[in-house]
């Protein structure tokens, strides 16, 4: 039990840090051409070595059902994600609470999956947790890419 308390503290001081810089970053111009949209689907690389670790076993309808549930989990994120022109000729993602309200219960969602699902060996519940982050990132952040190309080709054809 005293191996809970530091990785339960740890998960979620770095949820908490993740929302905090996506509100930060409701307040800061994105800058270039939006390939730091892109960026965090790199740093989930060293993840893919779960499933080439043999300590968890996922069946196809584990995989399907957490692939399933991070797609959901990014349809609303891709909702309220949006970039807009400010007075300053800049690009910012919108202010939306209810963006921040559904991140807030993906991480609490994240957690309780975590904490509250025993029947599965703990490699497994690592790698389904992990493969539910990377459905809802990928959509997620493609679909943040998209749209802010959208917003810097309307900004490119409007100051020329």
Same mark, same amino acid.
């Given at each position: ?49 779960? /499933? ?10 584990? #995989?399907? %059902?957490? *692939? !399933? =549930?991070? &797609? ?40 309780? /999956? ?10 497994? #519940?690592? %790698?389904? *947790? !992990? =493969?539910? &982050? ?27």
């Amino acid at each position: 039990m005293q191996t809970a308390i530091p990785a339960t503290s740890m998960f979620l001081i770095f949820g908490m840090f993740i929302l905090v810089r996506r509100i930060r970053s409701m307040y800061k111009p994105t800058k270039g051409r939006g390939g730091r949209l892109i960026l965090p689907l790199l740093f989930l690389t060293p993840g893919f070595s779960f /499933f080439l670790n043999a300590s968890g076993h996922v069946t196809y309808l584990q #995989l399907s %059902m957490a *692939i !399933f =549930l991070g &797609v959901g989990f990014s349809i609303p994120l891709i909702l309220w994600s949006d970039y807009e022109i400010r007075n300053d000729g800049l690009i910012y993602a919108k202010k939306s609470p209810a963006f921040i309200i559904t991140f807030a219960i993906m991480i609490a969602l994240r957690y309780y /999956f975590r904490q509250h699902i025993s029947t599965i060996e703990p490699g497994t #519940l690592n %790698m389904l *947790i !992990f =493969l539910l &982050v990377i459905g809802y990132l990928f959509p997620w952040r493609i679909a943040c890419y998209i749209k802010y190309k959208k917003v810097l080709k309307l900004k490119n054809t409007v100051s020329l």
